[in-house]
């Protein structure tokens, strides 16, 4: 596995994050109508990739949420590359990102039902900010 740094509009990036938001429309089933398709209005600066042999299978991507706040967006991992810590090693490439942009925290914001990328994130040193039914914000101290 390999992790590149690429342009938010490469067209492997964008590829990605439609198959992101095609699992995501089908795994929140009757509660797609609260999700949002990937749009430019998200402002997404940095994103990295994950490579299985040429292969793109995962995704992160960050952004500025405030002046010494980082915003983890987009996480994904292709369902057949689950499990392997690819998603450990995209979080980490972020969080240090993070760091030499100055940043004292991370924000993510996620959804409950999501509990293996909850349990990612709760290991990782996230911890709970704000609940509001199915829809959970989280932060980390760098």
């Known amino acids: 596995m390999k992790i590149t ?18 699992f995501m429309m089908d795994f929140l089933g009757a509660d797609s109508a609260y999700y949002a ?11 990295w990739l994950a490579y299985f042999a040429d292969l793109p299978i995962g995704c992160v991507a960050y952004r500025k949420k405030s002046y010494d706040v980082g915003e983890v967006k987009r996480m ?5 590359y689950r499990g392997r810590g690819i998603s450990k090693s995209l979080l980490n490439m972020v969080e240090q990102y993070a760091k030499q942009c100055g940043d004292n925290k991370l924000h993510l914001s996620t959804r409950i039902t999501l509990e293996p990328a909850i349990t990612l994130y709760q290991h990782s040193g996230f911890f709970e900010t704000f609940r509001d039914g199915l829809y959970i914000e989280m932060e980390k101290k760098l």
């Not at 398709?37 to 994103?47: F, G, L, M, T």
């Not at 994904?76 to 057949?80: R, T, V």
């Open 5 to 22: 740094h690429l342009d938010v509009i490469s067209e492997e990036v964008i590829k990605l994050f439609s198959e992101q938001d095609d």
């Open 76 to 80: 994904f991992i292709k369902n057949e």
């Open 37 to 47: 398709r990937y749009s430019k209005n998200e402002n997404i600066k940095v994103v």
